[in-house]
């Protein structure tokens, strides 16, 4: 007979259960996820059946792997989020030999607010790497999430229009970096990531954004987390009207805004084309461009 298990709460007596590798790469996808993967992006990564996808993530809840939003949780997100739990941490800290501390692990009550953030966060993350599976010769060396950032994050000093001096701690949602095949020597793209989920005009943008993330480019700081100054600022965000008002605002800045690129969430994660299909637009340009071009 079939145990009858809670729906909210891990069970007093759970189901028996044998860790597996993929349970393992799971756990470890969901650490470096932003610390959180809805339902629909594990089945997507790890199974081929919603049914069997529902099972294991069950049977790991229970025994206190994974945890999961809560039915009110649930219902206002509009899906089922997965963190790690107790024994998830535990299995990655021994895995990799560090302390929690070290591990610093998402648990599933801090930043529940940014919950939906992050997952479109990770949206954007399946697409790039969707998209480098298309290019084989094209290789991800480091991926940095923001959890990351905020966890330690670079300070700079940059000016605003008028010239007055500010000082402003960088965390961008992400930063990567892909080396491509050149013609003579191999190409290396750094990228900082930003995804915007507001539907409404900033007019702050250009001074909470723009200046600040090129100051970030020219510094030291940027320098010595890197090793280089080289980088553009990919913004994503909701939709045609809100690109259009942050490119006109970056414009006022001058050229020197042309390391910013913009595309809708829509567009990012349209199926390969986040690096080379024309699809990300650049202050002072007329037409998008693709971040990639004869690769």
Not at 91 to 106: A, F, H, Q, V
Not at 149 to 178: C, E, M, S
Not at 232 to 243: C, F, N, Q, S
Request: charged share 25%.
């Amino acid at each position: 007979m079939n145990q009858r298990l809670p729906h909210f709460k891990p069970a007093e007596h759970p189901p028996a259960l044998q860790l597996t590798q993929r349970d393992g790469r799971l756990m470890e996808t969901i650490y470096h996820y932003e610390g959180v993967l809805s339902a629909d992006q594990i089945e997507r990564l790890f199974f081929t059946s919603h049914r069997r996808m529902q099972a294991r993530l069950s049977t790991l809840y229970h025994n206190r792997y994974v945890d999961r939003t809560n039915l009110q949780e649930q219902s206002a997100l509009g899906f089922v989020a997965y963190f790690l739990a107790e024994k998830g941490i535990a299995y990655l800290c021994g895995l990799w030999g560090i302390s929690p501390k070290e591990l610093n692990p998402r648990e599933k009550g801090e930043r529940m607010s940014l919950v939906r953030h992050d997952v479109r966060l990770n949206e954007v993350r399946m697409a790039v790497m969707d998209a480098l599976r298309q290019l084989p010769q094209s290789e991800l060396k480091v991926w940095v999430n923001s959890r990351s950032f905020y966890a330690d994050n670079d300070t700079i000093w940059y000016l605003d229009g008028k010239q007055r001096k500010h000082k402003r701690a960088i965390r961008p949602d992400a930063y990567f970096y892909v080396v491509s095949p050149g013609v003579e020597t191999a190409r290396h793209s750094h990228f900082l990531l930003e995804l915007d989920m507001r539907t409404e005009h900033n007019a702050r943008f250009v001074d909470e954004k723009i200046r600040p993330g090129l100051a970030y480019f020219e510094s030291e700081a940027y320098r010595n987390r890197f090793g280089v100054n080289a980088g553009r600022y990919l913004v994503v965000t909701t939709g045609e009207t809100r690109l259009k008002n942050m490119k006109q605002q970056a414009e006022t800045v001058g050229k020197a805004a042309e390391r910013f690129y913009f595309t809708t969430f829509e567009a990012a994660t349209a199926n390969g084309a986040f690096f080379t299909q024309p699809i990300w637009w650049r202050p002072t340009h007329d037409t998008p461009v693709a971040l990639f071009s004869g690769v």
